[in-house]
């Protein structure tokens, strides 16, 4: 109805509520889950609406006192623990009630499936960790498409009772897996049928070998991964038939702690590989100490991770088409010349073969040796046709 001036006078009517079932569906699953259920209480027909919710995002801030215990100055420590102690009491509450009651809706409708299960936690311990393990193993009961667990302000989830064979059947979905901020005790060997893309990163491995295994596993992202000792390497080994893309990014002070080890029936189908060298100010989280993170590891010399790097690069990605290497800097002691031709840089005769390279982008590199270096890896690369240099520094 208008009204004069042009402005629309108020029809009463509410629109929200004619919208139909599955517009409001894509509506609340944008929302966390808690978020979703206080917005269906505000209808009696939306009551059920999120048991159907395309996805579920459970966070633990959503049930945090943070905030208000921030205003309260002189709060005592013992208060500050029993709203702590209240918080996540009723986190775990409505984890459990939403996650076990999805699909026990009285509704004829059919409930769409779960594209995105998204588990967040800030705080805990080992209460914290034995949620955790509960909520990915209740969760993959309802086949996500995606699964997202990650720990956050500082707070590292330990995945230790998760049970050796996680999929069952609940993984018939299951398409991408992105860990963050996680402490891995179990490698993944063939945990996930359909598995296509895996993400992991500020991990902590646990065990001086871990193993990558899957025959569907197309991209693989590690992101300042570490390892659990301080005193011995971890080796991770990837063996990934179908691998096509790898991404790697790391501070060198962690390479020193962990190498890595593509087998060799996970290099055939490999096409596009990127590294970066982080700097240490880049870093979000330290990595896992026994001694409560008293920092980065800091090896007397860089040679375990010119090696490891090597190897990685040299022997791991040489049938790769594309490539994408960033931060090799003479300020972090890592000149990309040293990784690329050994322990002998100077003398600079020959170089490993890239026959399949067709592209390959520097950023951010140090080109020693007035473009030697460039010019004799270009020799090794006979099928190259595009070539990127994106702040790159060449010395005398």
């Known amino acids: 109805m208008e009204v004069a001036g ?7 009517r509410d629109r929200l509520s004619s919208l139909p079932d599955c517009l409001l569906h894509a509506i609340i699953s944008q929302l966390r889950s808690r978020q979703a259920v206080q917005t ?18 459970i966070d633990s801030a959503d049930f945090s006192n943070q905030e208000r ?5 002189y709060s005592r420590v013992q208060q500050q623990q029993e709203e702590e102690e209240a918080a996540l009491a009723k986190l775990e509450d409505f984890a459990d009630s939403f996650l076990f009651s999805r699909g026990q809706s ?11 299960l998204r588990l967040r936690v800030h705080r805990g311990g080992p209460r914290g960790d034995i949620n955790m393990c509960r909520w990915i193993r209740g969760g993959l009961k309802l086949s ?3 699964l997202e667990v990650s720990g956050a302000d500082g707070f590292r989830v330990s995945l230790t009772s998760l049970p050796g064979r996680v999929s069952g059947g609940g993984a018939c979905r299951l398409t991408r897996f992105r860990l963050d901020n996680v402490v891995l005790q179990h490698d993944f060997r063939d945990l996930f049928p359909v598995l296509e893309d895996l993400e992991i990163i500020n991990a902590v491995f646990a065990s001086e070998i871990w193993q990558i295994a899957s025959d569907t596993l197309t991209s693989l992202t590690l992101v300042n991964a570490s390892s659990r000792s301080t005193t011995s390497i971890c080796s991770v080994r990837i063996a990934a ?4 893309s790898l991404r790697l990014e790391s501070t060198l002070a962690r390479l020193a702690t962990i190498s890595f080890n593509i087998m060799s029936d996970a290099r055939a189908c490999l096409a596009q590989a990127s590294i970066r060298i982080l700097d240490q100010t880049d870093q979000d989280h330290k990595p896992w100490s026994p001694e409560d993170d008293k920092g980065e590891p800091k090896p007397d010399n860089n040679r375990e991770q010119i ?3 090597r190897s990685l690069i040299v022997d791991s990605l040489s049938n790769v088409t594309s490539l994408h290497l960033s931060g090799f800097q003479e300020t972090k002691q890592l000149v990309l010349c040293e990784v690329l031709n050994g322990a002998y840089p100077w003398r600079l005769t020959s170089m490993s073969s890239f026959p399949n390279l067709i592209s390959l982008v520097l950023e951010d590199c140090d080109l020693e040796y007035n473009l030697r270096t460039l010019w004799l890896f270009l020799r090794s690369t006979p099928a190259i046709s595009r070539l990127v240099l994106n702040n790159c520094r060449v010395s005398d």
């Not at 209808?43 to 919710?53: D, E, P, T």
């Open 106 to 116: 009285s509704s004829s409708s059919p409930e769409p499936p779960l594209d995105a």
């Open 69 to 73: 215990r921030h205003h309260q100055v």
């Open 144 to 146: 996500p498409a995606a």
């Open 241 to 244: 038939p179908r691998l096509a």
């Open 307 to 309: 090696h490891n790097l």
């Open 40 to 57: 269906c209480a505000l209808s009696r027909r939306w009551a059920h609406l999120w048991r159907g919710v395309s996805c579920i995002h």
């Open 6 to 12: 042009g402005r629309r006078k108020p029809s009463g």
